[in-house]
Protein backbone atom coordinates (compact mmCIF):
# COMPACT_ATOMS: atom_id res chain seq x y z
CA UNK A 1 0.00 0.00 0.00
CA UNK A 2 1.51 3.69 -0.81
CA UNK A 3 1.19 6.50 1.33
CA UNK A 4 -0.60 9.55 -0.55
CA UNK A 5 -0.43 13.33 0.45
CA UNK A 6 -3.18 15.29 -0.64
CA UNK A 7 -2.33 19.27 -1.13
CA UNK A 8 -5.30 21.19 -1.28
CA UNK A 9 -5.67 25.26 -0.48
CA UNK A 10 -9.98 25.37 -0.53
CA UNK A 11 -13.27 23.33 -0.25
CA UNK A 12 -11.40 19.87 -0.56
CA UNK A 13 -14.29 18.08 -2.28
CA UNK A 14 -11.54 15.80 -4.42
CA UNK A 15 -9.40 15.40 -1.52
CA UNK A 16 -12.49 13.68 0.28
CA UNK A 17 -13.52 11.68 -3.05
CA UNK A 18 -9.72 9.97 -2.88
CA UNK A 19 -9.36 9.60 0.58
CA UNK A 20 -12.82 7.72 0.61
CA UNK A 21 -11.88 5.05 -1.76
CA UNK A 22 -11.42 2.10 -0.98
CA UNK A 23 -8.58 0.30 -2.80
CA UNK A 24 -5.51 -1.93 -2.15
CA UNK A 25 -3.12 0.88 -4.05
CA UNK A 26 -2.65 4.03 -1.77
CA UNK A 27 -4.10 4.67 1.05
CA UNK A 28 -4.40 9.10 2.42
CA UNK A 29 -2.13 9.48 5.19
CA UNK A 30 -2.08 13.00 5.24
CA UNK A 31 -3.53 16.54 3.82
CA UNK A 32 -1.30 19.70 3.07
CA UNK A 33 -3.13 22.56 3.68
CA UNK A 34 -2.06 26.01 2.76
CA UNK A 35 -4.71 28.14 4.20
CA UNK A 36 -5.99 27.61 7.77
CA UNK A 37 -9.49 28.47 6.63
CA UNK A 38 -9.58 25.84 4.34
CA UNK A 39 -13.10 23.63 4.31
CA UNK A 40 -10.77 20.92 3.38
CA UNK A 41 -9.56 20.77 7.20
CA UNK A 42 -13.01 20.21 8.17
CA UNK A 43 -13.12 16.78 6.11
CA UNK A 44 -9.89 15.74 6.95
CA UNK A 45 -10.85 16.03 10.80
CA UNK A 46 -14.28 14.06 9.61
CA UNK A 47 -11.84 11.38 8.39
CA UNK A 48 -9.45 11.50 10.82
CA UNK A 49 -6.19 12.75 8.45
CA UNK A 50 -3.94 13.79 10.12
CA UNK A 51 -3.47 17.83 8.36
CA UNK A 52 -0.83 20.32 8.33
CA UNK A 53 -0.62 23.71 7.36
CA UNK A 54 1.96 26.26 6.00
CA UNK A 55 1.24 29.36 5.43
CA UNK A 56 4.09 30.37 2.56
CA UNK A 57 4.27 34.16 4.49
CA UNK A 58 5.78 32.64 7.76
CA UNK A 59 8.79 31.44 5.39
CA UNK A 60 11.76 33.55 4.03
CA UNK A 61 11.37 31.94 0.83
CA UNK A 62 9.62 28.83 -1.08
CA UNK A 63 13.11 26.75 -0.87
CA UNK A 64 12.52 26.79 3.11
CA UNK A 65 8.48 26.44 2.80
CA UNK A 66 8.70 23.56 0.71
CA UNK A 67 11.57 22.21 2.89
CA UNK A 68 9.03 22.49 5.75
CA UNK A 69 6.68 20.63 3.81
CA UNK A 70 8.94 17.93 2.74
CA UNK A 71 10.19 16.96 6.50
CA UNK A 72 6.34 15.83 7.34
CA UNK A 73 6.32 14.18 3.89
CA UNK A 74 9.25 12.18 4.97
CA UNK A 75 8.07 11.69 8.60
CA UNK A 76 5.08 10.53 7.25
CA UNK A 77 6.86 8.24 4.79
CA UNK A 78 4.83 9.53 1.84
CA UNK A 79 5.20 8.02 -1.74
CA UNK A 80 3.24 10.17 -3.83
CA UNK A 81 1.57 13.59 -4.14
CA UNK A 82 -1.79 14.76 -5.08
CA UNK A 83 -2.87 18.40 -5.84
CA UNK A 84 -6.85 18.23 -5.69
CA UNK A 85 -7.37 22.79 -5.78
CA UNK A 86 -3.81 23.39 -4.47
CA UNK A 87 -3.46 27.00 -5.72
CA UNK A 88 0.37 27.58 -5.76
CA UNK A 89 2.85 26.26 -8.21
CA UNK A 90 4.68 23.04 -7.12
CA UNK A 91 8.71 24.64 -6.41
CA UNK A 92 12.14 22.58 -7.63
CA UNK A 93 12.39 21.77 -3.82
CA UNK A 94 9.29 19.75 -3.94
CA UNK A 95 9.76 18.73 -7.71
CA UNK A 96 13.57 17.23 -7.05
CA UNK A 97 12.17 15.25 -4.07
CA UNK A 98 8.92 13.73 -5.58
CA UNK A 99 10.39 13.50 -8.95
CA UNK A 100 7.49 12.44 -11.29
CA UNK A 101 5.44 11.43 -7.97
CA UNK A 102 3.15 14.87 -8.13
CA UNK A 103 0.13 14.75 -10.56
CA UNK A 104 -2.69 17.42 -10.55
CA UNK A 105 -6.19 17.97 -11.43
CA UNK A 106 -7.41 20.75 -13.39
CA UNK A 107 -11.09 21.57 -14.76
CA UNK A 108 -10.53 22.33 -18.60
CA UNK A 109 -9.50 20.49 -21.41
CA UNK A 110 -5.48 21.44 -20.96
CA UNK A 111 -3.88 23.04 -22.91
CA UNK A 112 -6.99 25.48 -22.72
CA UNK A 113 -7.82 27.51 -19.96
CA UNK A 114 -4.63 26.64 -17.15
CA UNK A 115 -4.27 28.64 -14.27
CA UNK A 116 -7.46 30.14 -12.11
CA UNK A 117 -11.19 29.98 -12.93
CA UNK A 118 -10.86 27.85 -15.92
CA UNK A 119 -14.47 27.00 -16.00
CA UNK A 120 -15.69 30.49 -15.80
CA UNK A 121 -13.30 31.14 -18.33
CA UNK A 122 -14.29 28.19 -20.39
CA UNK A 123 -17.92 29.42 -20.36
CA UNK A 124 -17.09 32.70 -21.23
CA UNK A 125 -15.31 31.44 -24.17
CA UNK A 126 -18.53 29.99 -25.08
CA UNK A 127 -16.33 26.42 -25.62
CA UNK A 128 -18.78 23.88 -26.55
CA UNK A 129 -16.66 21.44 -25.34
CA UNK A 130 -14.59 21.28 -21.93
CA UNK A 131 -13.27 18.84 -19.21
CA UNK A 132 -10.86 17.56 -16.91
CA UNK A 133 -7.63 16.90 -17.02
CA UNK A 134 -5.30 14.90 -15.09
CA UNK A 135 -1.12 15.68 -15.42
CA UNK A 136 2.11 15.46 -13.97
CA UNK A 137 3.14 18.53 -12.27
CA UNK A 138 6.14 20.11 -13.77
CA UNK A 139 7.49 23.77 -12.98
CA UNK A 140 4.70 25.36 -14.85
CA UNK A 141 1.25 26.38 -14.17
CA UNK A 142 -0.69 23.24 -15.41
CA UNK A 143 1.79 22.29 -18.20
CA UNK A 144 2.93 18.93 -17.47
CA UNK A 145 1.96 15.51 -19.47
CA UNK A 146 -1.21 14.70 -19.78
CA UNK A 147 -2.51 11.60 -17.81
CA UNK A 148 -5.59 11.62 -18.08
CA UNK A 149 -8.79 12.99 -19.91
CA UNK A 150 -12.63 13.77 -19.96
CA UNK A 151 -14.16 15.45 -21.85
CA UNK A 152 -17.92 17.23 -21.27
CA UNK A 153 -20.05 18.60 -23.45
CA UNK A 154 -21.19 22.55 -22.23
CA UNK A 155 -25.10 22.81 -22.45
CA UNK A 156 -25.21 25.66 -20.43
CA UNK A 157 -24.22 29.26 -19.36
CA UNK A 158 -23.76 28.65 -16.56
CA UNK A 159 -20.06 28.20 -14.56
CA UNK A 160 -22.37 26.88 -11.27
CA UNK A 161 -24.14 24.07 -13.10
CA UNK A 162 -20.36 23.51 -15.19
CA UNK A 163 -18.66 23.27 -12.01
CA UNK A 164 -21.32 20.85 -10.60
CA UNK A 165 -20.95 18.40 -13.48
CA UNK A 166 -17.08 19.43 -13.56
CA UNK A 167 -16.47 17.65 -9.88
CA UNK A 168 -18.63 14.72 -10.44
CA UNK A 169 -16.22 13.80 -12.87
CA UNK A 170 -13.44 14.89 -11.06
CA UNK A 171 -14.70 12.79 -8.11
CA UNK A 172 -14.72 9.67 -10.24
CA UNK A 173 -11.71 10.13 -11.85
CA UNK A 174 -9.28 11.19 -9.73
CA UNK A 175 -9.28 7.95 -7.24
CA UNK A 176 -9.51 5.92 -10.21
CA UNK A 177 -6.41 7.55 -12.06
CA UNK A 178 -4.33 7.50 -8.85
CA UNK A 179 -4.50 4.01 -7.71
CA UNK A 180 -3.73 3.03 -11.66
CA UNK A 181 -0.35 5.31 -12.17
CA UNK A 182 0.69 4.20 -8.60
CA UNK A 183 0.14 0.82 -8.93
CA UNK A 184 2.00 0.76 -12.02
CA UNK A 185 4.86 2.43 -9.51
CA UNK A 186 4.69 -0.44 -7.09
CA UNK A 187 5.15 -2.74 -10.34
CA UNK A 188 7.98 -1.20 -11.55
CA UNK A 189 9.30 -0.85 -7.90
CA UNK A 190 9.12 -4.09 -7.72
CA UNK A 191 11.31 -5.38 -11.12
C1 LIG B 1 -11.21 21.43 -8.76
O1 LIG B 1 -12.20 21.65 -9.72
C2 LIG B 1 -9.85 21.33 -9.40
O2 LIG B 1 -9.87 20.78 -10.68
C3 LIG B 1 -9.45 22.79 -9.45
O3 LIG B 1 -9.87 23.32 -8.23
C4 LIG B 1 -11.07 22.64 -7.83
C5 LIG B 1 -10.95 22.25 -6.39
O4 LIG B 1 -12.16 21.76 -5.91
N1 LIG B 1 -8.02 22.93 -9.62
C6 LIG B 1 -7.46 23.90 -10.33
O5 LIG B 1 -8.08 24.79 -10.84
C7 LIG B 1 -5.95 23.81 -10.41
N2 LIG B 1 -5.42 24.71 -11.36
P1 LIG B 1 -12.20 21.00 -4.51
O6 LIG B 1 -11.41 21.87 -3.54
O7 LIG B 1 -13.65 20.91 -4.16
O8 LIG B 1 -11.55 19.68 -4.71
Redesign the pocket.
Known sequence: MKKLAVF????????E?IAKFKNRVYQVELLICDNKGA??IKRAIKHKIPYFVFNPSDYDCKDSFEQAIIKVLQAYNIDFIA?????RLIGKTLLEAYKMRIV????SLLPAF???N??EKAVNYNVKVTG?TIHYVDQG??TGRIIAQRSIKVKHKSAQIL?KT??KI?HRLYKRVLSKIIRRLEDESIN
Open positions: ASGNGSNFALALAGYMNIHPPGLAIVMDEIHE
